[in-house]
């Protein structure tokens, strides 16, 4: 387990230290809650998918400053010796809630709630954003080639193009959260037991004097996994009626046929795709899978399908593990209420030109609205921590900022599920750890209350996140004692 307490912005320390000399000098102890949000659904997406808790859980627990750590801020010269020493016994004592990973959710409301000294909110900010965005990108980005796909295989075969091991690494595990069925990335599969998957390269093909030697070799070496690259020399002309050959040669010698087909990785995948089906159809071979990668990502992969390509399995690389259209989640880390001695909480906000910027204040839950009869989404609804929703009532929620658009769920015809789940409670983690396929159910389960308009790739429907009233009237009245 890697130490990664000093991976953080040089600032998070200088406030750290200064907050230390306040408490120092003034006996001023606060306490403090922050909230992880964001703004706006990566790639126009009608929704997001929370990731990399279980690596933020990690980085909690180990959180320390050793003997290297505080040498190397000591040589900074920017840190005095009481601050030193004060971090020589540092952990983290505070609150932490958060959505389980694989939950479906959207822009303004909190993934991840923070409470603890100030000191100890501030520090974790940086890694906490930098392992949230990272991970909640990817796995959104999966979901929507997943869906793009409709049903076929997705694989995630990025490692080579990712940013960095890390990234190509955590990057496969929220991949598979997203909905992929599995991985070229080797390590990937040890660390976290998720499936491995993967073919051969056109190198192997060229290593040997003909296309047809390759095959065979290959063929007699993984009988039940044999998927043949295709396109090395010639596509129709030679790999698939090569491939035949060796499928007819494997049937023959009683062989059974199980995992096989092809691979096609360049050229017209549409019209390749259809000719080899209809070739391989012609031989007998009707369960034989076609493949296919090259660039993919979820706009050609639905173009393909809408051209009737007979693809069934997709290798997805470049444009899913770097997410190439949107390469950054826009997640914030805000301030949101404070607390001296066990005083109550005093709500927070941070005012700006830009009315998406402005945070909403106190300390928060998420409630989630479903329809009853369909088990559908019908809205989320932020609300203070010491609020409650009654199903056997009417309720009426109301757009933050178009007011008058309004919508109310008749009693009974809703139930409600509180979405922040305890995740540390006084500095020891109290959640359940699950395997990364005990999370991707749950997510596919997660996006199956999606209604279909909020799933598309272009221009999704947008689905209700409000405010209670109680929570809008304290917002309101911030913003008018502030200005």
Not at 2 to 24: G, I, P
Not at 42 to 48: E, V
Not at 250 to 273: K, T, V
């Amino acid at each position: 387990m890697r130490n990664l307490t000093l991976l953080t912005d040089f600032y998070e320390l200088t406030m750290m230290q200064a907050y230390y000399h306040a408490e120092v000098n003034t006996g001023r102890r606060q306490t403090a809650a922050f909230d992880m949000f964001y703004r706006e659904n990566p790639c126009g997406n009608g929704y997001a998918v929370a990731a990399g808790l279980a690596q933020l859980i990690e980085y909690i627990n180990n959180l320390h400053f050793n003997d290297d750590d505080i040498a190397y801020l000591r040589s900074t010269g920017a840190f005095g010796e009481a601050f030193l020493d004060f971090l020589k016994t540092f952990r983290f004592t505070g609150d932490i809630y958060a959505v389980p990973e694989g939950t479906v959710v959207f822009p303004g409301e909190p993934l991840i709630r923070v409470t603890g000294t100030l000191i100890e909110g501030q520090l974790i900010e940086t890694a906490m954003l930098n392992i949230i965005n990272h991970q909640s990108l990817i796995a959104t980005k999966a979901a929507r080639v997943c869906w793009a796909a409709g049903g076929d295989r997705v694989l995630e075969f990025g490692l080579r193009r990712a940013q960095g091991p890390d990234a190509g690494l955590y990057g496969a595990r929220a991949a598979i959260i997203g909905g992929c069925h599995g991985t070229s990335n080797v390590l990937a599969g040890q660390l976290f037991d998720v499936p491995v998957r993967g073919t051969h390269a056109h190198s192997w093909i060229m290593s040997f004097e003909t296309e047809l030697e390759a095959f065979r070799y290959y063929a007699n070496l993984y009988p039940q996994a044999c998927i043949l690259l295709v396109d090395t020399y010639d596509t129709l002309r030679s790999g698939v009626p090569n491939a035949i050959k060796v499928f007819t040669e494997m049937r023959d010698a009683g062989i059974p046929l199980n995992q096989y087909g092809i691979r096609l990785d360049s050229g017209d995948l549409a019209y390749l795709s259809k000719m080899a089906r209809q070739m391989l159809d012609e031989a007998g071979f009707h369960d034989a899978f076609i493949s296919a990668s090259n660039d993919l990502d979820e706009y050609l992969i639905a173009e393909l399908k809408a051209q009737g390509a007979q693809i069934t399995v997709w290798g997805v690389g470049t444009h899913l593990i770097t997410s190439k259209e949107n390469p950054a989640f826009g997640g914030v880390y805000k301030l949101v209420a404070l607390s001296s001695k066990g005083e109550p909480w005093q709500p927070k906000i941070k005012i700006s030109e830009d009315p998406i910027k402005v945070t909403n204040p106190g300390v928060k839950k998420i409630f989630r609205l479903y329809d009853a009869k369909t088990g559908k989404m019908k809205a989320d609804l932020i609300t203070l921590a010491d609020e409650t929703i009654d199903n056997e009532k009417d309720l009426t929620i109301f757009d933050q900022l178009a007011t008058w658009k309004r919508m109310t769920l008749k009693a009974k015809t809703f139930t409600v599920r509180e979405l922040l789940m305890p995740v540390f409670e006084n500095g020891k983690c109290v959640y359940p750890e699950l395997s990364v396929s005990e999370i991707q159910k749950y997510a596919e389960e997660e996006r199956n209350t999606l209604w279909e308009e909020h799933k598309r790739l272009v221009r999704p429907q947008t689905m209700p996140v409000d405010l209670s009233q109680k929570l809008y009237d304290l917002k309101q009245s911030l913003i008018i004692s502030v200005r």
